[in-house]
């Protein structure tokens, strides 16, 4: 398969976790929903004239969900912008770093390099780096996952602040992004537990 060929199934299976994502999101809506009309109208305990709850009800649901969608299409759309900028060399290593992914991170990774930048892909936001911004990078254990099977990567920036996401524990993954950190940035200090 050659890298065009690999960029367009990329974005289809970006494309189809997407549609999962809908799907499952309307199916939890439409459950809540239910639960909240089942609940209100027959309910004895309920002193009050249930209908006038419902609205309100609903509207809170609908803005949850709007903003939820809101933050889906960001999320998904940014691994669009990011695949359709990247060049074939980073393309071929997303590649090759995407066949040692587990099946969940493999098209949905929590981070891609490319052309000397960090894009980092957490549901809120999707922050991107240059790596020359950064002073230090950080990997260690992180203790909120069971069984302590991620790491946490920490970015320290030479400006100010910091800002830090969650890795699979995956060796080939971990390697890459120290090995780019360095190569696009040789004075950045690089800490914590790399194995």
Same mark, same amino acid.
């Given at each position: 398969m050659n890298i065009k060929e690999y960029r367009a199934q990329f974005l289809k299976k970006i494309n189809r976790n997407k549609i999962i994502a809908a799907i499952l999101l309307g199916i939890f809506i439409v459950l809540v929903a239910s639960f909240i009309i089942i609940y209100t109208f027959f309910d004895k305990q309920l002193q009050? !004239?249930?209908?006038?709850?419902?609205? !309100?009800?609903?509207? +809170?649901?609908?803005? +949850?969900l709007v903003v939820t969608l809101i933050l889906s299409i960001s999320f998904?759309?940014?691994?669009? $912008?990011?695949?359709?900028?990247?060049?074939?060399? $980073?393309?071929? +290593?997303l590649k090759q770093i995407s066949e040692s992914r587990s099946w969940p991170d493999k098209y949905l990774p929590s981070f891609i390099i490319y052309s000397g930048k960090i894009r980092v892909f957490t549901w809120l936001r999707q922050p991107e780096f240059h790596f020359t911004e950064l002073k230090e990078l950080t990997v260690k254990t992180n203790i909120f996952t069971r069984g302590k099977q991620n790491r946490l990567v920490i970015f320290n920036k030479v400006n100010w602040g910091s800002f830090f996401f969650a890795v699979d524990n995956n060796s080939a993954q971990k390697r890459h992004l120290i090995e780019k950190a360095v190569e696009y940035n040789p004075n950045i200090i690089i800490k914590g537990n790399m194995h």
């Open positions: 009050l !004239p249930s209908y006038r709850y419902v609205l !309100p009800l609903f509207v +809170i649901q609908l803005i +949850i998904f759309r940014s691994y669009g $912008d990011v695949l359709a900028t990247m060049n074939a060399e $980073d393309l071929a +290593i």
